[in-house]
């Protein structure tokens, strides 16, 4: 099979991954409301394991563990605060949104997150078809929690179930941008990887701290807030593990 071929495939089978929201329509409306805290804790639980397990890491790696990696994470957190404020100014009035901005927020570093897949599967095609395959099965290990708290973040950020998955699978089809990229421009992409993969953990940092981690605050009851703590530790831990395994 054409290498470009399988990248694409490959691409398309990680993407699909995002529809994995589609399984809440079998649950009933009242019951996802009330386990969408929960939810919510494992997403900021999975978003900061992915920044600090993963992607710093990754960023550390790629630049020798250089300063210049903690000056894109700062970046990527200011940005992420910039783009807030001009949804938060541009979509509300008065004070009142239909839908929260971090919701907006989470697309975007979700997109940015699929791009790099997309770059990281075409590389390791380019490099050896095997290694493809490989990297291919554990970003698809990776993506099933990052996915599962995406949708939550979605929902409760006040989109319906439908424009949840929509929106989540349009976020994903950027990973076929950074395959297509990589593939016929290797060497110039793959040079930029090294800021977007800090920058994305930035962004990461900045939704799970200061979006999610404020709205688990708010609960009062000691139940409900034990659950989210250990829903919060479930999605740290569940990202460590998968950095083990694979």
Known sequence: MD????????VFIVSAVSLIGILSFMVKEHLLDRI????????????????????????????????????YV????????????????????????DVHAFT???LIGDGIHNFLDGMIIAAGFL???????????????HEVPQEIGDFGILIYGGLSRTRAVLYNFITALTAFVGAILTYFFSSQVLNANHFLIAFAAGGFI?????????ELQKESEFRKSLLQFVSLIAGIFLIWLLNQWL
């Open 36 to 71: 969408l805290f929960i939810m919510i804790a494992f997403a900021a639980g999975s978003l900061l394991g992915a920044a600090f397990l993963d992607l710093l890491p990754e960023a550390l790696d790629a630049w020798n563990g250089g300063p210049d990696t903690f000056i």
């Open 104 to 106: 907006y927020l989470n």
């Open 74 to 97: 700062l970046f990527g957190i200011v940005t992420f605060f910039i783009l807030e404020r001009f949804i938060f100014w541009h979509h509300c009035h008065k004070g009142q949104c």
């Open 206 to 214: 900045y939704i799970a701290s200061t979006d999610l981690m404020p």
């Open 127 to 141: 490099t050896d078809p095997a290694l493809g395959t490989v990297t291919t099965l554990a970003i698809i290990s």
């Open 3 to 10: 290498i470009l071929l399988q990248i694409l495939v490959s």
